[in-house]
């Protein structure tokens, strides 16, 4: 609840209108200034981007820079006074510890959901440009309850620090009854 709490407030949703879909995803300030980190594939398609604050307020957003290697991506937004995040070292965590995961999954802003640390140093598969498969290794695995819209959004360790970027759901369903 206290983790829950204290980082609400800095994490954001983001909508892409780009063409005729309208990808939604979650984000995390990292800078007082409005700069957010997201996903690529959030971000992706040169679409209108909107970030939507936890205050109700809403602003404009521009690609400051995207990797699609890495699926990570940081936007610009007019808002300022910001209250940033910590990252921690996720270098440091350990199977079992517990994390929170916090996000607008489905489109539902500012839903909070905990797990376990399920494996560390797990591969990932994602798409890099021109949809060539590129392999991220050293990837968080988690149970929390992680779905579409999750994506961007941070992964926070008891203390309140990111320790990930909620990233890629394997499931069979296309929900959180997966990896």
């Given at each position: ?55 109700g ?37 350990s ?9 607008a ?75």
């Amino acid at each position: 609840q206290e983790v829950a709490q204290s980082v609400l407030p800095a994490v954001v949703s983001i909508d892409n209108q780009a063409g005729t879909s309208e990808p939604s995803g979650s984000g995390v300030v990292i800078s007082a200034d409005g700069k957010i980190v997201t996903n690529n594939h959030v971000i992706a398609g040169n679409g209108k981007l909107t970030v939507s604050f936890s205050d109700g307020s809403v602003s404009n957003a521009a690609v400051v820079g995207a990797d699609p290697i890495t699926d990570l991506a940081v936007i610009q937004t007019d808002k300022r006074d910001l209250k940033p995040l910590t990252f921690a070292d996720s270098g440091k965590l350990s199977v079992g510890q517990e994390v929170v995961a916090v996000g607008a999954p489905l489109g539902l802003a500012g839903t909070v959901t905990s797990g376990i640390v399920s494996a560390l140093n797990r591969p990932v598969a994602t798409s890099g440009k021109d949809s060539d498969q590129a392999t991220v290794i050293n990837s968080v695995q988690t149970d929390a309850a992680i779905n579409p819209g999750n994506s961007g959004g941070p992964l926070f360790n008891l203390d309140g620090e990111v320790v990930g970027v909620n990233s890629q759901i394997y499931s069979q369903s296309g929900g959180y009854q997966g990896v």
